[in-house]
């Protein structure tokens, strides 16, 4: 899930500063929200723990990050009923759930209920099951012409178009039906892990979780990311991020 917390970093100084073009120099800055919640999931895996509580207790130890609106009021709720969003916000923290399971079936059912605690909407759960799913046939070793099929006949997203033919139209959404399937076309229309970073960052939308979303799938596919990417990352995590992201490296063998 490295993968997907470098693509957070090199994403964010370009959220509210969008780019139309992969002509930037990759900067390791600081970390998100999506890095946050991409860790509290990866917590919630390795000890079995609640989900919805798992959220809640990182978002709570890192409570001036940008997080959405809805899942801001969320996080301080006594109770944890899910509000029924499709924001992106359930396909930015599901990377370790591709990472984590052995078998379609856990994959999709696990992606399911780490988006259900809050995005219950179909859109939601897909984008969450769609990232997910991305990754583990990545991971298993599957080709892009598989993980295209895949993805697209489950999910219904419009896999066969190139960024460079959705660059100059698109638009900032944080939507999954409106960021999901153009990440996952970043990391196809890629020729490496930074490629597919870029390429994300390049379409001029929600870019940190663009990139994140795309970073995972790439870590997982390439199996290889700079080392100094992944030096800057470690290095900026806090201690208490970075004791997870080791834990959990080291129990998923996920290669970088």
């Known amino acids: ?16 500063y969008p780019i139309k073009h992969t002509d930037f120099d990759l900067i390791v800055s600081a970390f998100t929200d999506d890095t946050v919640l991409t860790v509290a999931t990866a917590y919630a895996i390795l000890n079995d723990a609640d989900m919805a509580l798992s959220l809640k207790e990182f978002a709570q130890r890192y409570p001036d990050l940008p997080y959405g609106g809805a899942f801001r009021r969320w996080v301080w709720l006594w109770d944890h009923k899910p509000y029924y969003s499709f924001g992106n916000g359930s ?60 993805i697209s ?26 960021s999901v399937p153009e990440s996952i076309i970043a990391f196809l229309d890629s020729e490496n892990y930074t490629d597919a970073v870029r390429k994300a960052i390049s379409l001029g939308g929600d870019a940190d979780t663009m990139a994140c979303i795309a970073g995972g799938i790439a870590q997982a596919y390439y199996k290889k990311i700079p080392l100094w990417i992944v030096e800057e990352v470690k290095s900026k995590l806090p201690p208490d991020l970075l004791e997870i992201v080791n834990a959990f490296n080291a129990k998923y063998m996920c290669p970088f």
């Open 91 to 150: 396909a930015m923290r599901v990377s370790p759930v591709g990472f984590a399971y052995e078998s379609v079936k856990e994959v999709l059912y696990h992606a399911r209920r780490s988006a259900g605690v809050t995005h219950n909407h179909p859109e939601g759960i897909k984008g969450a099951q769609a990232v997910a799913l991305a990754i583990y046939l990545a991971r298993k070793g599957e080709d892009k012409y598989t993980i295209r099929r895949e």
């Open 153 to 178: 006949g489950r999910f219904g997203y419009d896999l066969n178009r190139s960024v460079e033919e959705i660059r100059p139209g698109y638009v900032f959404d944080v939507s999954c039906q409106g």
């Open 1 to 16: 899930m490295i993968g997907a917390i470098a693509g957070d970093m090199i994403g964010s100084p370009y959220e509210n």
